[in-house]
């Protein structure tokens, strides 16, 4: 294995090896800027099916992802204040955050986003994750079609626990949200409610103590933004409400402007 001590000569050799791994982009060409390799390596493994890799490959990809993080910096619990009655509102990006889960809005194969390069959060944590979650996702859904059939995908709600890999935080909870198909309907709110309270118990079945949820199903999920917010907040206040103790506190992750507002409102008001 050539030397890989640096976080440029792990990314040179992580650029290697997964190309050399894909037999349609095994003659690419490597940009020479460091930005470039990024991209190159992301890409790649944003569209790499779930298989086996080298145990050598793995470490540098650990080593390299958790660099990476913490150039980014970590963000714990002591970082964010409560806004109200131990929820809080954190914008940023999720696979920043030292909590004991966060939340992927997923889709129903659950295998992550095989986009290059997208913005989308699912994306973001698989690929900081490392390609290891994808495995894991990919052998817990062969298990579900092994007992309920080979079409089987996961249900719109609920959620799916995993380990965090290379990210700050300690779990991973993957649930797919409801779609806005021709509007809003009284179901697609009881299922984005069901998303929250669902996720929640998953927690407290597994003794995780904070929990970070994205904008479920907002953007290309089309639910609207600020109607997202009130379901979420009024979902775990009841929740936490019914269940003190259990969860010692609950962060909404936003990414824009506005759902900082809209969640700020409704913890506040």
């Known amino acids: 294995m050539a030397k890989t001590t640096t976080q440029e000569e792990r990314l040179d050799y992580l650029v290697a090896e997964f190309k050399a791994d894909s037999n349609e982009y095994k003659d690419l060409q490597t940009p020479a800027d460091t930005e470039g390799k990024r991209r190159v390596l992301r890409s790649l493994m944003n569209i790499r099916m779930p298989r086996s890799m080298s145990e050598d490959v793995l470490k540098v990809q650990d080593d390299y992802l958790k660099e990476?993080?913490?150039?980014?910096?970590?963000?714990?619990?002591?970082?964010?204040?409560?806004?109200?009655?131990?929820?809080?509102?954190?914008?940023?990006?999720?696979?920043?955050?030292?909590?004991?889960?966060?939340?992927?809005?997923?889709?129903?194969?659950?295998?992550?986003?095989?986009?290059?390069?997208?913005?989308?959060?699912?994306?973001?944590?698989?690929?900081?994750?490392?390609?290891?979650?994808?495995?894991?996702?990919?052998?817990?859904?062969?298990?579900?079609?092994?007992?309920?059939?080979?079409?089987?995908?996961?249900?719109?709600?609920?959620?799916m626990l995993t380990d965090a890999y290379n990210l700050p935080a300690k779990k991973v909870v993957h649930v797919v949200?409801?779609?806005?198909?021709?509007?809003?309907?009284?179901?697609?709110?009881?299922?984005?409610?069901?998303?929250?309270?669902?996720?929640?118990?998953?927690?407290?079945?597994?003794?995780?103590?904070?929990v970070a949820f994205c904008c479920i199903s907002t953007g290309v999920f089309r639910f609207p933004n600020k109607r997202a917010a009130e379901i979420a907040v009024r979902t775990v206040s009841e929740w936490m409400e019914k269940h003190p103790g259990i969860v010692d506190r609950v962060i909404f992750n936003v990414f824009k402007d506005e759902d900082r507002e809209y969640y700020d409102t409704c913890i506040k008001c």
């Open 68 to 159: 990476r993080i913490s150039e980014n910096g970590i963000v714990t619990i002591a970082d964010i204040p409560v806004t109200k009655d131990n929820l809080s509102i954190w914008q940023g990006d999720i696979t920043r955050l030292a909590v004991d889960a966060i939340v992927n809005a997923a889709n129903s194969q659950m295998l992550g986003c095989f986009v290059p390069m997208h913005t989308c959060i699912d994306n973001c944590i698989h690929t900081y994750a490392g390609i290891q979650l994808r495995c894991e996702c990919n052998r817990r859904m062969n298990q579900l079609r092994e007992k309920y059939g080979i079409n089987y995908e996961q249900p719109t709600a609920i959620p």
């Open 177 to 210: 949200g409801p779609i806005v198909q021709s509007g809003l309907t009284p179901e697609l709110e009881k299922d984005l409610s069901d998303c929250y309270q669902n996720t929640l118990d998953l927690c407290a079945e597994n003794g995780l103590k904070s």
